[in-house]
């Protein structure tokens, strides 16, 4: 397991490199180029100037999250084929420094949603929670309102340049199924995971987060099945899976422990981290602690211990602790205890294994 902690670049996240240069085990950071419009080929020259920040603190930078998918491509309109070309030029352009995984999603609009960013818990910290019936009830024109009436409205994760577009966008995908949301998907995959293979880089797909269609979007990267599916439209290594416990481990019926026994070989890329499921469907984010929260954290680091999983990991999102003023979900604090925590089942699973062949 290859410990990896996500930053968003200088001047742009409150945590900075030489803090976490101080949390143990963590040899790169996962970033991206957050300000280009998703569509645009990545220069080679904007690449290498991470490279040589990430050098001055021994960094690797082989883990890309994300390079956005151009909702024509995901709309399967026309036009795709140049952003296709853009990306296999992006992909290139990595290929060049050295990256070995991209991770990217096909959620139609948005990333992530939640409801609250700052929900208290019972020990005073807060976290991302996500409140069902309010989604379930919301009228997206709302949104849409609320974005127009408000023209610095931003919600944390998302591209400002796609907020702008919400009514224009909801209006294409009344005509878009989850079956041509997944011929979009294949019809992707055919082109860029050729260029992937040359360019000895793994393409990793996060699930959808939730893992539910959510104001009538279709969603397909939600369950075991489905993620058996993706890994069939195109079966090369460079097609893989970001496994998120945190996006899936919300749908009871997702056994995650059971997924990375299955896709072992496909996950090149590991987001560990923990929910709280209440039984109205509501959910909020926890520590990684497994007895905080509802997800098998355990479970999970065992299967991937027992599988001698070699790819990257990252703690994904953290609680925020002890007044830390932080981008929502991405503190220092919280996701350092995470590291930690999952070090020590990782290193006793180690330990004991050691023991075994003594
Ligand atoms: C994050 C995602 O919510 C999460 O679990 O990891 O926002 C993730 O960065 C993107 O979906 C990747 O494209
Ligand atoms: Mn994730």
Known sequence: ????????????????????????????????????????????????????????HGFHIEVVESVNIHEDIKLGLPTRDGYIDNYKKT???????????????FMPVFDWIRTDLFKELEDGSTALFYEKVKVDSMDPMELVGKIAANPDFTMPGWEPARLKHLSRFFEAYKQVTEEDLWNNLQYFLEQIIPVAEINDIKMAVHPDDPPWSIFGLP????????IRRLLKLVDSPSNGVTLCSGSLGVNPNNNLPDMVREFADRIP????????????????????????????????VKAYHENGFTGYARPDHGRHIWNE????GYGLYDRALGIMYLWGIWDSLERSKQEVTL
């Not at 992909?91 to 999603?105: A, D, H, P, S």
């Not at 969603?219 to 489905?226: D, P, V």
């Not at 987001?271 to 909020?284: K, Q």
Request: hydrophobic share 40%; charged share 25%.
């Open 1 to 56: 397991m290859k410990m990896v902690f996500r930053w968003y670049g200088e001047g742009n996240d409150t945590v900075t490199l030489p803090q976490i240069k101080q949390i143990p085990g963590v040899e790169g950071i996962v970033w991206a180029l957050h300000d280009l419009p998703a569509g645009e080929v990545w220069p080679l020259d904007r690449i290498l100037e991470v490279r040589q920040l990430a050098d001055q």
């Open 219 to 226: 969603r397909i990267m939600t369950s075991q099945e489905n």
């Open 91 to 105: 992909i290139e352009n990595l290929g060049k420094v050295g990256v070995k995984v991209i991770c990217y999603n």
């Open 269 to 300: 890329f590991a987001h560990i981290r923990n929910v709280r499921l209440y039984e109205n469907g509501d959910f909020i984010e926890t520590s990684h602690r497994a007895a905080d929260g509802t997800v098998d954290i355990c479970g999970i």
């Open 325 to 328: 003023q932080c981008r929502p």
